[in-house]
């Protein structure tokens, strides 16, 4: 996967933009506010993903004008494609010059993986964006997952509601089993797949974390869920899935919720033994979020054959020179995205080239 060109009129405060980067390396630097995070998630909208912003949107459109485009000329399954996104009152994806009925049709066409300041969040912040992480991770890879979650998630509001009902209505009660029995095939379906994909993970994690620390710190990862789920198997997560659910009708009830399942799950991260979230330094809490995101690189490469592009926003800052060091070796072959206020760091990188942004449009450096 490579980008060759991307354009952008009126998008945020790229107004007329362009930019033809190289197949490695590509340094954006530039000072605070002139553009460099906006060309990052501009890249990565043609993932048919959200913004890792969590903008709207609407806040895409420069605000002095009613439209914005990103145009994309990426190669990326053996041919030269080309895809636009038009954003006004909706929002409009082409790819290779046919409308998609939705931007989620964008997904698995261009892989890229990101990494900004926002994303220490997966390592620092509660469980509801590590899920997040392992979610958007598994869509690229399987865009039927997602469909899967949608109904998960539907399910879920509806034994809720009927939980709530039964408070007043207990000739509902009956109706449980029928409702259960569906959202815990969706479960199993969900949970089989992140204990999947994680497996599948672990290696490529592991390798590189070590990497990152020279050595000296070990890292693992791990599904946490319900002590009574059995994850041995998909046959097994759900029979005690059902069982778990059964057993917890009362409590439930009581609540109005559901407490076990898929939403309620985490992703355990450890850093020699003790979890990244409350005993990691910022340094650490940092290379265990990159260390998420490379990994996540290295195993789309190795299940679709295709080596996703790597976007990199601000990724530099808190990291002592020997973790700086194996980054930038272990990106260089790769065509890369990585953006900074001041590049000397980077500078000692050699094959790649150099873009300085200031107020949203680029000047290419010598
Ligand atoms: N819809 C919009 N229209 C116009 N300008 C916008 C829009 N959305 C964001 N901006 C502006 O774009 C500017 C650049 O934002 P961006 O986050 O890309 O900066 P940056 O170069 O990454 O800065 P930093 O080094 O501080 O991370 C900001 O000043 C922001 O206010
Ligand atoms: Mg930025």
Known sequence: MRVNRLKAVNYRNLKRFEINPCKNVNIIFGDNAQGKTNLIEGIWLFTGCRSFRGSKDCEYINFENEQAMLELD??????DQNSKILVSDKKKVELNGVTLSSPSKLTSEFLAVVFSPAHLSIVKDGPSLRRKFLDTAICQLKPKYAGALLQYNRALSQRNA?????TYHSELYDMLDVWEE????LACVIISQRVEYIKKLEPFLIDIYSGISKGKEEMKISYITDEKIKLNSPADIKSSLV???KSARKS?????STNTGPHRDDLGLEINGLLARNFGSQGQQRSCA???KLAEAELIKNITGEQPVILLDDVMSELDSARQD??????????VFITCCEPSALLKMSGGETFKLKEGSLCTCT
């Open 74 to 79: 990426f190669f990326g399954q053996g041919r």
């Open 162 to 166: 009927l939980l709530k009902d039964i």
């Open 182 to 185: 569906k959202l815990c095939s």
């Open 243 to 245: 069982e778990a659910l």
């Open 252 to 256: 439930d009830i009581y609540n109005g």
């Open 290 to 292: 990159l260390a998420l």
């Open 326 to 335: 194996y980054i930038l070796n272990h990106i260089k072959d790769k065509q």
